[in-house]
C-alpha cells in the first residue's frame, strides 16, 4: 500500500482475506503496510520519494475502508519498530500512523496499538496510549527485552493496565509474545495484568 506498483497486488490480499473473516464471522482485522518475509523484514515494495508513499498509502486506505463499510468489518493498521525487528518500514512511529487515519477520516481503519513496538520505537507507551486512545481499536503486548509476555522485561504493564482501565478501553488486548518458559506460565501472567 506504499508503491504505486503494489497496490493492486495488495488490494487482492484484502479481498481475499475478507472473504475468509466473512465465512469466521471475524469482524476485526489486522493489516500492515505489506508483507513482511519469515524474518520480519519488509517483502513489499515502498517508494522512494516520501509524499508519493503517503499518497498511495493515503489512497489505498480508502480503497480499504470503502471495503470495511461494506463488509461491516474494522481494520487495524500497526506500527512496526525500525530499530530492532522490522528495518525500513514505512511507519514506524504512532504520530505517522494517526496522521493516515486522520486523513482516510473513516471509523473502519483505527490504530493497532502494540506496545513493544511503541517501547522499541518510542518509549514513553503511557503518553502515547492517552494521546491517541480515540485512535486505538486493537492492542498488542510483549515485553522488551526479548519480546516475551508481560512481566518479564522493563515495561510497566501493571500501570498500563489501570491506564487502559481508567481509560474504559474495551477493545481486544492480544498477547503477541514469545513465552519465556512455557505458554501456561505466560498465559497466566496476561491473565493476572489483564483481569
Known amino acids: 500500500m506504499v508503491h504505486p506498483d503494489g497496490v493492486e497486488k495488495y488490494m487482492e490480499g484484502v479481498k481475499k482475506n475478507l472473504h475468509v473473516a466473512k465465512k469466521l464471522k471475524c469482524r476485526n482485522l489486522s493489516i500492515t503496510t505489506g508483507a513482511l518475509d519469515e524474518t520480519g523484514q519488509m517483502a513489499h515494495p515502498v517508494a522512494k520519494h516520501p509524499a508519493t508513499m503517503w499518497i498511495v498509502a493515503y489512497k489505498t486506505l480508502c480503497r480499504v475502508a470503502e471495503l470495511a463499510e461494506?463488509?461491516?468489518?474494522?481494520?487495524?493498521?500497526?506500527?512496526?519498530?525500525?530499530?530492532?525487528?522490522?528495518?525500513?518500514?514505512?511507519?514506524?512511529?504512532?504520530?505517522?500512523?494517526?496522521?493516515?487515519?486522520?486523513?482516510?477520516?473513516?471509523?473502519?481503519?483505527?490504530?493497532?496499538?502494540?506496545?513493544?513496538?511503541?517501547?522499541?520505537?518510542?518509549?514513553?507507551?503511557?503518553?502515547?496510549?492517552?494521546?491517541?486512545?480515540?485512535?486505538?481499536?486493537?492492542?498488542?503486548?510483549?515485553?522488551?527485552?526479548?519480546?516475551?509476555?508481560?512481566?518479564?522485561?522493563e515495561i510497566n504493564y501493571l500501570e498500563i493496565a489501570r491506564i487502559l482501565r481508567e481509560l474504559k478501553y474495551g477493545g481486544v488486548i492480544g498477547l503477541e509474545a514469545f513465552p519465556k518458559n512455557d505458554d501456561a506460565e505466560a498465559m497466566d501472567r496476561f491473565r493476572d495484568i489483564f483481569s
Open 70 to 153: 461494506l463488509y461491516d468489518v474494522v481494520y487495524h493498521l500497526e506500527q512496526l519498530n525500525t530499530k530492532v525487528d522490522h528495518a525500513g518500514y514505512p511507519f514506524p512511529n504512532t504520530t505517522d500512523v494517526v496522521k493516515l487515519l486522520d486523513e482516510v477520516g473513516s471509523p473502519r481503519i483505527k490504530l493497532l496499538c502494540d506496545i513493544y513496538h511503541v517501547q522499541i520505537q518510542e518509549g514513553n507507551v503511557i503518553q502515547t496510549i492517552r494521546d491517541y486512545y480515540d485512535y486505538i481499536g486493537n492492542i498488542h503486548v510483549a515485553d522488551v527485552p526479548g519480546r516475551h509476555e508481560p512481566g518479564t522485561g
